[in-house]
């Protein structure tokens, strides 16, 4: 199945999405990148423009990026929940779990080396982990055989400008350093990603 194939599919919504918005932020960027970027769900601006991470915090993430040479044309962005919640509040458990298995197969489809998580949502889902991303920064983890390093949602490092050192941007900063370095150890990709369905929602 292709990405096109499946933004056809992801306008079905199942019910559990019903109380979302009705336009699509399915996903942007190199349909067969390295690196996907997963956030926790679309603004309004996102909601505008059907593309994900365009508002203020886009603009923010695309600045990260290109601090280490990384061009947001080089990586795929989306987000676990592809429909904009009602006043921006966090996705229901509910939702998150009505969204994974589109965003599994999105992920079979681009086959990336390294996951990065934005924000408390993705992470908890994709380590499994009830821990807060203040905790959970900055650490490597693996998810079916890929390498997942959670950052701060580019939200949060516009609510928290300072940039001395040990402030939010600092250690993004550092967080993005350490995921170009691996980047630029990568080899080529090895043929499908199989990820055991059965095991990739968490127990809790």
């Known amino acids: 199945m292709t990405l096109q194939e499946l933004e056809a599919r992801a306008a079905e919504r199942p019910p559990a999405l019903a109380d979302l918005s009705d336009r699509l932020v399915f996903g942007d960027g190199d349909p067969d990148a390295d690196t996907m970027i997963v956030g926790e769900a679309p603004g309004e601006e ?17 600045r990260v990026l290109a601090s280490v040479e990384i061009d947001r044309h080089e990586v795929y962005v989306t987000n676990m929940v592809k429909f904009r919640p009602p006043g921006n509040r966090t996705p229901r458990p509910e939702e998150i779990a009505a969204s994974v298995p589109l965003l599994v197969d999105q992920i079979r489809c681009v086959r990336p080396q390294v996951i990065v998580t934005l924000g408390n949502v993705p992470t908890q889902w994709f380590l499994g982990s009830k821990e807060g991303i203040t905790r959970l920064r900055g650490q490597w983890a693996e998810w079916h055989g890929v390498r997942v390093l959670p950052m701060y949602h580019p939200a949060y490092l516009l609510r928290n400008p300072s940039r001395e050192a040990g402030s939010p941007k600092w250690q993004t900063w550092q967080d993005v350093k350490a995921l170009k370095a691996v980047l630029l150890e990568l080899g080529p990709k090895r043929g499908p990603l199989v990820i055991d369905t059965a095991a990739a929602t968490p127990l809790f």
């Open 46 to 62: 996102e909601d505008l423009s059907g593309r994900p991470f365009v508002g203020r915090a886009g603009q923010l993430l695309d």
